[in-house]
């Protein structure tokens, strides 16, 4: 089979005749189509540095007139003959922060077309669609937007312009080739964005801020029983969670308008409040939600800072507290590829999801916002500024700030690493009581562990019990779903942690304090915020989209039952004595 080689990224085979856009994308090269390959808009170019192609098509000859002989070439146009070499021209992108993107094949949500709209028979609209039709691109009706822009720029001659192109339908009528679509995932805590160039499925942008619905509540409980009491309850938490999404889009920097995709991914709770839809059914027996389904509204309706004509999605519901997240978590994770897995998204909510052969279960447990860093005494968000990692030793502390500079807090896994360090240490005992010790000093008759004194960054004894309930939690959860599955901790093939907090984790003391099983550390991957990956390849992938389907048909969602002295059990720091 020839080999494609594209420089700085890598080598692949391909069989021979495979068209050449379609190859990149397969193998993950980050490449832009505008008009979903067919050679109308030049955004795929490459440039041949050796090898053999296909003769170049008329089209590409119109396209790139004299490039054609500096050895550039359209890759959609483009059939890979024999080996050859390539060069991606290099588009500059945010970088991905801290997760691991699976590569996907990319089916083009959108087409950005090169069109001239002139004045004609038997209407500018119907000349430009039938226009459009005859390029191959399959449209079937227009938005108002895309007809007032046709009235102001209808000529005799045609004015050019780029027609936006989803889902059959003309969106938009624009000057460039700049299309693009924002995921979103809506953590009870906080809310993480990503801005995706539609045409090559590269992210251009990324940002983060807490859920400005934590002024109703800092829990799932807490907003159902806001959205089932008061009178306008559903309406202000929805309006919150809108203004925290366009605050995002606004740090995004992106003309509002040219976002014609949104994605969604987020907890039940969450999901029902962003659609306005009152999540009152989650709050009590059988804690079922209103709708599990993907549901999709325009962005005018929503009052998302974005096209208004933008297709607004959000992916399914598992059952009861597990949503889109966890959906998200699981697309991301390539769940479905491996035999006997457990996989844990640990939020405000933590999510466990344990897979043995073809059966699939998940459960939810209100975790609390420890891990994220709220509620604690020098708690924060993993930002700049945050503590992630810290070791103790004799002879003092040492530890890692996220962007480096000065302490201004500590974020989940900097307690994780405290805990398990404390532990070691003897300087904190299983049942979570802190010992004397250096580094330990008392405070108001209680004793607190100094981290930072100059900037005073403690760990107070109230901090380890929150974070002790926060572990026992998801530990219950972890021990239920393998022992319901008759998974034994040593069959365990790979143990996924999702979640920001998760990616700054250190595996061996996540295992000492208890919150993963205890495995070979080779074994445990960090995919990031899985949710949010999962909510991009939603967007851009129709094989993502049929697999979170198929999820949410497959997977079962159970309730652990909840018993006293089970969880008390639990609370006690330290390696996993088995399920
Ligand atoms: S010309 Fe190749 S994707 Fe548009």
Redesign the pocket.
Known sequence: MPRVLVRGVGEFEVERGANL?EALRKFGVPI?????????????RVRVVAGELSPPTR?EAA?LSGLLERGWR????ATVMGDVEVEVPVRRTAGVKHRLRPSISISAPLFLVPVKIVEDTPSVEEALISGLRRLGVDVRTSSIRALAAMAVNASRGGTEKVAVVMDGELVDLIDDYRGFGLAVDIGTTSVAASLVDLASGSIVGEEVSLNAQLKFGGDIIARIQYAATRVNGVRELQEAVMGTINSLVERLKVPHERIYRVVVAGNSVMLHLFYGVNPRTLGSLPFEPVFRRSLSARGAELGLRVNPQALVESLPILGGYVGGDVVGDMLASRILEYGTVMMIDVGTNGEVVVKKGDKLVAASTPAGPAFEGVGLSHGMMAVEGAVERVKVGWGGVEYRVIGGGEPQGICGSGYIDLLAELLRMGLLSESGRMMRGPQVREKEGVLEFVLDEERGVTLTQLDVRKLQLAIAAVKMTEKYLLKLLKVRVEELEKVIVAGDFGYHLDPSNAMEVGLLPKVDESLVEFIGNGSLTGAEMYMLSREARDEALRLADVCEVVEVPRHDRAFIEELKLGRWREP
């Open positions: 856009l832009a189509a505008g008009c979903g390959g067919h050679g109308l808009c030049g955004m795929c089209r396209l359209l890759a959609c146009q």
